[in-house]
């Protein structure tokens, strides 16, 4: 097995200036070892219910990771060949992705990517040598004579991650057995809490909403034949997830709106979606109602929301079509916050029990935006980068971009958001580095004492997310 | 008095790099002592002319003051307990204000509000100890002893801060009364100048538009029943606030159009509006046309014109129901440049008179509208980060995003923009240390010579604002 | 001849930190002398063609360059004085705008229109003071001296700078008449490129467009009295450029929008256009329908294209008229490129043929639009930072809102896109200077080994450019 030593070095990602870093060096050792708190993710909880050896090392960290297969599609490999929307992969086509992987290597050096899958090779599967087309099969073979240990089973890593919470983000009907089953389960002493994500159940012009609408009413119990029932169906399997540990809902659409509609307005809109008779705008005037209406029923029920807007999905039909959704073709758009959520912070915005967590992919919005709402509205609070920006500089810029005007007590915390269950760890180190990074700078400029950059790191990782997500 | 000591930095804010911190010192030490000139804030002239003690701790420096009360706000301090929007405060209201502040001061770790509170803490009042819970009741003695002192009355606060401008922003119908007496008074050596702010005046869509229009017609002793009678009662107020000492007027719309109406169309539009009868986009073309009008009077009359468009104002209509506007919801939208002051460009962006100051809080802006208008129009100029932007790492941005494009000649040098009187020292202290850092980074990557940025340093503080505010 | 030594620092643009710069340097001496690969810009082939010695120092460094004359303009230099849009200039009218630049030269601080002149000066011409009013004269003579030179003539210049590949911006209907007889000669050993820039033959708004409709059919030898023929009239001009060198298509409009027309609808507003009758909005549709069937064009002839949208020409109508275009004025305007590149992409952006480079001045485009695009698409580059944004600080920011979402692979290599022939040693030297700092920053922070960093910084400048380009 030829290759370059793989080593992680101590400093990774401090600030290269001696002075700093080695604030910055103490800050880190002061919370890299905390618990891991993950509130918002998409690892699924099935995978630690059953507690299967994963399969393979492509299913477990190439095939369905899109942060890895979009940089090797644009760089020409047929998605098709990752593995990417296959059902159970052979070994030979586990291994010859994995190579593809190997040879195009290069292509991520400067990327998050390359950082946590580095982390993960090293810290998780002892790997020795840097990735490349000539370590790809030894890499390989490493990693799947780990996966067959039952030390690399999920529960095990679990343990092994440090992880203290994890939730899921799980579809409203769903009958949550996967989380039923761990938190019955005297065997098993960690968290898993289900996050209730309605997207499809609110907007009419999603592909079979009908259908979707009748599973809610079948899983609530509850008739959705007429507007009042579709709600109260919403608001029982929100109680639903509430009772099976829940603690937020998740938010995704194109825009942020959340202008209310008169009830009779509502009503007759959503009589005509379900005949499939509602036009677009109505459509979409029903989506931003029902996002108001999200808030509404978080005053009552306390589920914390989150909203990530401003993703256009599925840019690329043709790879929607031949691979599904998800497949790195989600594209950010210009996202407009002020405006859109006036409505409901109007309304619930000084709630005591809504808090609402604002994510972005248009970084503008950082200053201009979110930290002035975060700054006045108690219930709104500044999400950690998300998706694109979960990488070291655009960390750097949101926590540049925002702390002048909140500090960080608004800050969400960080939030790994990911469906790579083994890079939890590495995502969460990164983020601590980087924000022990910042606070050593502003040590360093005498901005901040070194006592209080410690206190707000410590809460960073711990405090904030718990406080945000009411954990 | 416990608590842990209140010290200022001498090297607060300069670059951590030792080698550029050295420089910076240099720079900053050469400009640090000279006069702030301050062309445009909120301090009232009143203050100055009655030369009254302050009344207490609380009403100086925390009720009246948004970027303080709105972090408060988001952390659940309810306004009314903070004396936002009251009259005058009791001793125990006062205090228990105060109180609430020292509790929550960990909060605005790593905000502007801390560094420039601290700064009047220790360099005004000579308080020893940091502000905390335990600490706020003994700060607040030590503040409300000083101001009983006549060393601590507006006046002589003035002269120690070394202020040898100071503009105010007044109604269009002021008489300016306070300002003229300040001009008479022979005990009185300092220059307080008024500031033209027709906001209301020329958009119908304002609160009791008609009655404002005739308060204009009375204060210009012009009948205001017509068109041409307005704008010819917009041009006395002008010449009258020539007259009084006036160097600029300032304007503040959520867009920054300019789009002029012809005449009939002006005329048509300004009857239907005293007759509350203008619809919401006639009165928003009155506005936009209004704007290019007061360029016209500017290259008349000489006033300079200041811009600080795209601010969504009163954001939360509950708050602003109980306490009134200014407190702490208006929230930045995203503002367009380029397109919008074409109108007024084309006709008057060449012209000698007209110097056009150009804010933001759309940060956006910065490179891509506002440097690029200011490096071609011989009277558009790049103003200082404001509001939301006035700190020190928004400043930094700034100054990477304009200067490229416009140098430093084009930038308006520091406006405060403040209500908070006492803060006007350290803000401006601030502005100079980020500029001395970030000049000294130049000089630390050999792309300025150091007595080349001295030079700019002393011209940001001294030059630019004489010139560019006329001065 | 007064005046401070002009010098060029060894370290100039390279970072402060002693470290970080150490491993700068390395990178830089890596790469400083590599042949310069220029694969867009504005120099005409005619110059190499002739090879006749420049006229003057003013028309070959000042009048004709926008990037300098328009922060003159902005502090009070009328054009007319600055020689701009005037025939040849006497002696006098050229010293007399060579000391306008001397006078103001220090404007230019912090500016790369100074860095570039300093290296042009110091590097070419062997000037040894700044210049300055004193200086302006002396300078002047020396180059006017050298200009006399045969060492000077603009084909010893190509060889001096190292050009490898010189492309230029050409008129569909352009013999390339200059191209030919450059590639020709045999005493010629360079390569100069010509580039397809069809704006004006897209747009029916644009001026004279049936006019230039016949001259394309014309130069096509084809009817394009209806539409059939004007679309192979522009696939017979592409043919003609592939035939002699020409790699890419060049392309601006004000949006990046590319929606298809049906063909009956391309028809009939061609038709329309054609006679005068196309109104603002078909115009504008039949120009994004265009821009789409260039990219269709591209996957069969193979030409490159690039995109460079969001720039409102010709802002100061008054200036245009009175000095014709590209004389300053020229101001971004936000920028969507998610939506707009939408249509094109859905039927080509997987097309092995496509190479599409995305450039833009709305730097927010960067991090949430450009970077996801071309982190998915094989057809996608990010182009390089380009007009106000090619300066040291804008070059960073780039490379930190692309690299951690699309690596260093998907990066156009650095395009100078000048007019101006002396520039492009030192534009491309900055270039080399930032990218082997932001590389030493990352190996300064342990994301990257020196090894690698040295690899991609060899390909920025050689490989990537060739790739993308198809040289």
Redesign the interface.
């Known amino acids: 097995m030829a290759g ?1 030593a793989l080593t992680l ?1 101590p ?10 870093r080695a604030v910055g060096r103490r800050i880190y050792e002061h919370i890299r070892s905390l618990p891991i708190i993950s509130p918002h993710g998409h690892v699924a909880a099935r995978i630690l219910a059953e507690d299967a050896a994963f399969a393979d090392p492509t299913t477990l960290l190439l095939s369905p990771d899109h942060y890895v297969t ?2 090797l ?4 490999v047929p998605l098709d060949r990752l593995g990417v929307g296959a059902g159970p992969l052979s070994e030979s086509q586990s291994r010859s992705a994995w190579r593809l992987l190997g040879e195009h290597w ?7 990517v390359r ?1 946590w899958l580095d982390g993960e090779l090293a810290d998780i599967f002892d790997v020795e040598q840097q990735l490349s087309a000539d370590t790809a099969d030894a890499v390989y073979d490493r990693i799947a004579a780990c996966l067959q240990r039952t030390d690399f089973r999920p529960r095990a890593l679990y343990e092994r991650f440090g992880i203290e919470v994890l939730a899921t983000t799980d579809d409203p009907c769903d009958d949550l057995a996967a989380h039923e089953q761990l938190r019955t389960d005297p065997t098993w002493g960690g968290r898993v809490v289900p996050t209730f994500r309605p997207d499809r159940y609110l907007d009419p012009a999603g592909p079979d909403w009908p259908a979707a609408i009748e599973r809610l009413g079948a899983a609530a119990g509850i008739d959705t034949g007429d507007y009042p029932g579709y709600v109260a169906a919403l608001e029982e399997r929100r109680r639903y997830f509430v009772a099976h540990g829940g603690v937020s809902s998740d938010h995704s659409a194109i825009d942020a709106r959340t202008d209310p509609l008169a009830p009779e307005d509502a009503q007759r809109v959503y009589r005509a979606a379900l005949r499939g008779a509602a036009n677009a705008e109505e459509c979409a005037a029903f989506r931003r109602h029902m996002l108001g209406e999200m808030a509404r029923m978080a005053c009552d029920d306390g589920l914390v929301m989150t909203l990530h807007p401003g993703v ?1 999905r599925n ?5 929607a079509r031949a691979f599904g959704a998800d497949t ?2 989600d ?4 996202t ?1 916050f ?2 859109a959520l ?1 409505p409901l ?2 309304r619930y ?2 709630h ?1 029990n809504l808090h609402l967590v604002l994510f972005t ?4 919005a950082f ?3 979110i ?8 219930s ?1 609070y500044a999400g950690a980068p998300w998706w ?2 979960d ?4 960390i750097r ?1 949101y926590r ?2 925002i ?8 800050s969400s915390g960080f939030v790994d958001d990911t469906r790579a269950f083994c890079s939890i760890p590495a995502r969460h180190d990164m983020s601590r580095r980087i924000d022990a990074g910042h606070l050593a ?2 040590v ?6 070194e006592d ?1 950059a410690m ?2 790191a410590h809460a960073l990782v711990v405090h904030n997310p718990r406080h945000v997500f009411k954990l």
């Open positions: 370059r070095h400093d990774r990602l401090l600030p290269a200036d001696p002075g700093v979009r940089l599609h644009a760089s020409g290069p292509l991520f050096r400067g990327t998050p950082y256009y840019h690329h039909a043709p790879t790195g073709h594209i950010p758009v210009r407009e002020t405006r006036r912070l109007e915005g000084t005591p992919v248009d970084e503008t200053s201009r935006e930290a002035p709402l975060a700054g006045f509205y108690p709104v694109f920006l990488a070291p500089d655009a810029r540049a971009a702390t002048e005007t909140t500090g960080f007590s608004r700078g502003l360093g400029e005498h901005r901040l004492d209080d206190q707000i």
